[in-house]
């Protein structure tokens, strides 16, 4: 899917630009369109593979990850913006890997190797920055709102959060 010609520097809910950011169309930006499905789904990815990572999250935890992936609409990035406003472009509710849903853990991180080598080619640093740690916090909300909110990270999360975030080349 071709991300739509959304002027980078307006929010979604339609303000004047941030001073200081350009208005880039989402098509000048360097990705194909496979590339760009897989950095727009990376975070839906990202949310339900958390969830489902460890069976004792709840409704809670999921909705904590798609106010995370919303939150994005706030980053100063240009590209964090435009992923968010594909997602929410969207209307179909597509959020598929290449071979269907994504299975577990494993095939998250390897997505998540995937996405940074690729912004690591192509994206401006500060925007292949942004992105990573972004996905990173939507993963680290769910597990914040998982079976003991407001409480201590659980040891398992802590060590999918770290291999996440060595995936993602944050380490």
Sequence with gaps: MLAPEVPMSHSLAGEPPVAGRRAVPLAD???SAAEWD???NLPNWTVVA?????PVRGVAAGLAGLDAVAAGRSFDSDLVRAVVATIYARHDGSASAPGGPLADTAELL???RTAARLLERRADPAD???YRQWVQSVAARVCRAGANPGGPVARSDRRFLDRLGDALGLG
């Design 128 to 130: 292949s920055a942004a």
């Design 110 to 112: 390897a997505v998540a």
């Design 38 to 40: 897989l950095l727009a």
């Design 29 to 31: 930006l360097p990705y």
């Design 50 to 54: 958390t969830v489902t990572q460890a």
